[in-house]
Nanobody
Framework: QVQLVESGGGLVQAGGSLRLSCAAS????????MGWFRQAPGKEREFVAA????????YLADSVKGRFTISRDNAKNTVYLQMNSLKPEDTAVYYC??????????????????WGQGTQVTVSS
């Protein structure tokens, strides 16, 4: 059974940084794509970033390019989202996701098979 456990969320001032972690277990992830999504109150869940576990190719939403970086640590089976220059509009619950068989560049939440419980990120102005 796939388990994704996020951590690292919190309250930060605008311009600050946070690093989210997603610890993955329960399956071999070498052929998976891992992603981060976020959902603000009253809004739909939106794609943020993704990475192919094998090869490390990354894909980021335009809204976070130049500010966020996604990476993975094979030894720890963990995916990270480094968030710099945070803005109040980045405030949301951030979810880790995994998919096998779909493109890591797919922004549609429905194409991602497994989800973590989410971690709250709040950016104050």
């Amino acid at each position: 059974q796939v388990q994704l456990v996020e951590s690292g969320g919190g309250l930060v001032q605008a311009g600050g940084s946070l690093r989210l972690s997603c610890a993955a277990s329960g399956r071999t992830f070498s052929s998976a794509a891992m992603g981060w999504f976020r959902q603000a109150p009253g809004k739909e869940r939106e794609f943020v970033a993704a990475i192919r576990w094998s090869g490390g190719d990354t894909y980021l939403a335009d809204s976070v390019k130049g500010r966020f970086t996604i990476s993975r640590d094979n030894a720890k089976n963990t995916v990270y989202l480094q968030m710099n220059s945070l803005k109040p509009e980045d405030t949301a619950v951030y979810y880790c996701a995994a998919t096998w068989g779909s493109s890591y560049r797919s922004p549609a939440p429905a194409t991602w098979n497994h989800w973590g419980q989410g971690t709250q990120v709040t950016v104050s102005s």
